[in-house]
């Protein structure tokens, strides 16, 4: 399957989906990511915390697509944020992955109370130079957070994953982003689980394109300029997720959709500000 990409401020090319690994484990998991990398999933995202990084790397070996093809992001957890513990995890993240280079290494989260995301921030910029990562980004960043790294460093996110969904528009931080050059991706772009894909306004469009509810979100996120990482297991929904570029979502359309945004409207309550990983 075709997929359109972008082009990063640091001019590489990302594609404009990509596959979410959140809880997808062990041998079964394997399973369920080659299923979607034969379908045309070449973006795939894991995290060092979802501890899925070894079975996202042995899906691409066992895939035989050339490992340039395929596009690898995964995420320093908070515990390292000192400046040597993050150089040692990247280096450690690409051993569990069994790769030489990142293409995307993302800070999982900013935790402002610690205090150390400069030094992470340093870190990554310091193994970019040592060609361990080729697009260096940020996830769960305010504009706050995101200034003070590029003060800091001179270096700017190539890339700021938040959460966003019809519940969590996020539309200030999705301009905060484009200002400084930032591409948004989304994560929980589906809402995880939640009344999302229930909503009438996405129940009328899906029958009126003749799509699934997740492809009328999905489509949503991509005329926002934003690029989601929907999670699933199963081939149809993996499949559906990824076929969302034949269609096209009227302004009116985006805007009834962006109504559904509540101020209490995040999954999980995680404002960057306060969340604190577990260590
Ligand atoms: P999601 O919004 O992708 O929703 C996943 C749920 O939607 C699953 O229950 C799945 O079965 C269902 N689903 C998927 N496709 C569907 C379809 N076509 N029709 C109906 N249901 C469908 O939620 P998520 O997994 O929380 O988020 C996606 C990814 O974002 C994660 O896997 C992870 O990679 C990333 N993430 C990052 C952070 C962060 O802090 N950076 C936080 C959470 C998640």
Redesign the pocket.
């Known amino acids: 399957m075709d997929v359109p990409s972008y082009i990063l401020t640091d001019g590489h090319r990302i594609p404009a989906v990509g596959l ?5 484990r062990g041998g079964q998991g394997i399973d369920q990511i080659l299923t979607a990398i034969q379908d045309g999933y070449r973006l795939l ?3 060092t915390n ?1 501890d899925s990084e070894g079975i996202v790397g042995e899906a691409i070996r066992r895939s035989g697509i050339p490992r340039a093809d395929f596009f690898v992001t995964t ?1 320093l957890p908070g515990k390292y944020h000192h400046y040597e513990d993050a150089l040692m995890m990247i280096q450690e993240s690409l051993c569990r992955m069994g790769l030489d280079y990142f293409d995307l290494y ?1 800070i ?2 900013p935790l402002p109370k610690r205090g150390l995301y400069v030094e992470a921030w340093k870190a990554l910029v310091a193994a970019q130079k040592m060609g361990l990562i080729r697009s260096v980004g940020v ?2 960043f305010e504009p706050e957070h995101l200034d003070k790294i590029i003060e800091e460093t001179g270096v700017t996110p190539a890339v700021n ?1 938040i ?1 966003i ?1 019809p519940y969590w528009v996020q539309e200030r931080m999705v301009q905060e982003n484009k200002e400084r050059g930032i591409l948004t991706e989304a ?7 939640s009344d999302a ?1 229930r909503e009438e306004v996405i129940q009328t469009l899906a029958k009126k394109y003749e799509k ?4 009328i979100i999905l489509r949503w996120h991509y005329q926002r300029g934003v690029l989601p ?6 081939l149809i ?1 993996q499949r ?2 990824l076929t969302i570029f034949d269609f096209e979502l009227t302004q009116e359309e985006i805007k009834r959709i962006n109504q559904l945004n509540r101020p209490d409207g995040r ?1 999980d309550d995680q404002d960057p500000n306060e969340y604190e990983e577990f260590d």
Do not use: V
Not at 187 to 193: A, E, N, Q, V, Y
């Open positions: 979410g690994t959140y809880q997808i995202d894991t995290s979802y995420k993302l999982h989260w996830s769960n994953q959460e969904h994560w929980s772009p589906l809402g995880r689980g894909l699934e509810p997740a492809q990482i929907p999670k699933s297991r199963n929904h559906e997720n999954i």
